[in-house]
């Protein structure tokens, strides 16, 4: 069983930074590629970030592209998400998943953490 806790979110403003923070534990944490996810209101849940297991490659949806960036920490099993230049429609819940491989992906496993309320305000 694997148990993911995010953090970070909050209420910013356009143009301003948010840090995201998921820390992982009951499984290898680098053993297996991380990613963010997103799910605004009435919307699908969709892709934003994948990580491999050691960091070493990285993935990213065009929307956040040059504004986003994901990383992890090993050492302290925990997720990053830094935001950048947020936009009103980065506005969303953000959930970390563990992927069910070692590299990059932009399809989740099976295991979600609650998520984290972002709120962009114009």
């Known amino acids: 069983q694997v148990q993911l806790v995010e953090s970070g979110g909050g209420l910013v403003q356009a143009g301003g930074s948010l840090r995201l923070s998921c820390a992982a534990s009951?499984?290898?944490?680098?053993?297996?590629?991380m990613g963010w996810f997103r799910q605004a209101p009435g919307k699908e849940r969709e892709f934003v970030a994948t990580?491999?297991?050691?960091?070493?490659?990285?993935d990213y949806a065009d929307s956040v592209k040059g504004r986003f960036t994901i990383s992890r920490d090993n050492a302290k099993n925990t997720l990053y998400l830094q935001m950048n230049s947020l936009k009103p429609e980065d506005t969303a819940v953000y959930f970390c998943n563990c992927l069910t491989t070692i590299n990059v992906a932009r399809t989740p496993g099976n295991y979600w953490g609650q998520g984290t309320q972002v709120t962009v305000s114009s």
């Open positions: 009951g499984r290898t944490f680098d053993n297996y590629g």
């Open positions: 990580i491999s297991g050691f960091g070493t490659y990285k």
